[in-house]
T-cell receptor
Framework: KQEVTQIPAALSVPEGENLVLNCSFT??????LQWFRQDPGKGLTSLLL?????REQTSGRLNASLDKSSGRSTLYIAASQPGDSATYLC??????????FGTGTRLTVIP | EAQVTQNPRYLITVTGKKLTVTCSQN?????MSWYRQDPGLGLRQIYY???????DKGDVPEGYKVSRKEKRNFPLILESPSPNQTSLYFC???????????????FGPGTRLTVL
């Protein structure tokens, strides 16, 4: 069964700093990998989706990479802002009908 | 606005009292799914549906039922809730599910359930 791990569990950075969130998974047979953002009291918002055939995806200040063979993905956030404070979840689509989620990294950007 | 809605958003109930959490999407998605989120365990899939009248178990289906009579609705039913079902529940939908690599899941706002 696919297992997804996110390290660190929590991260605090000063505003303006660039940062990297890490995600690892045990089974490289995946269809895609998604990064989500979760705000307290709200649902999950999809940030980026990387297909298994792709190496990276970019959206604004966010860049996600995928190394399927090593079972790793990173989410790079440039020039962090207080509004980026949230929990970031990594999810792997492995098996036709399920997403396997990590437990998330709680990010705090300090003004 | 394209969205997934859930009701209620918050619910406190007692052991054994049947309840239903509704989920509706307005994006004409084929695939819908229910997850529960617990501290330290992440999100785990309860049930999913590939289309109307087609449902299947996820990783943690015990104690739950679902139905898919209409494409837009996918209610989650707890026939006899127990305290270990206290959790944050999310409904999600996507265009097709299956092995489609471009398939993005859209999530509802969540339902926080407490069973006393």
């Amino acid at each position: 069964k696919q297992e997804v791990t996110q390290i660190p569990a929590a991260l605090s950075v000063p505003e303006g700093e660039n940062l990297v969130l890490n995600c690892s998974f045990t089974d490289s047979a995946i269809y895609n990998l998604q990064w989500f953002r979760q705000d307290p009291g709200k649902g999950l918002t999809s940030l980026l989706l990387i297909q298994s055939s792709q190496r990276e995806q970019t959206s604004g200040r966010l860049n996600a990479s995928l190394d399927k063979s090593s079972g790793r993905s990173t989410l790079y956030i440039a020039a962090s802002q207080p509004g980026d404070s949230a929990t970031y979840l990594c999810a792997v689509k492995s098996g036709a009908n399920n997403l396997f989620f990590g437990t998330g990294t709680r990010l705090t950007v300090i003004p | 606005e394209a969205q997934v809605t859930q009701n209620p958003r918050y619910l406190i109930t007692v052991t054994g009292k049947k309840l239903t959490v509704t989920c509706s999407q307005n994006m004409n998605h084929e695939y819908m799914s229910w997850y529960r989120q617990d501290p330290g365990l992440g999100l785990r899939q309860i049930y999913y549906s590939m289309n109307v009248e087609v449902t299947d178990k996820g990783d943690v289906p015990e104690g739950y039922k679902v139905s898919r009579k209409e494409k837009r609705n996918f209610p989650l039913i707890l026939e006899s809730p127990s305290p270990n079902q206290t959790s944050l529940y999310f409904c999600a939908s996507s265009l097709a599910g299956g092995s489609l690599a471009t398939d993005t899941q859209y999530f509802g706002p969540g339902t926080r359930l407490t069973v006393l």
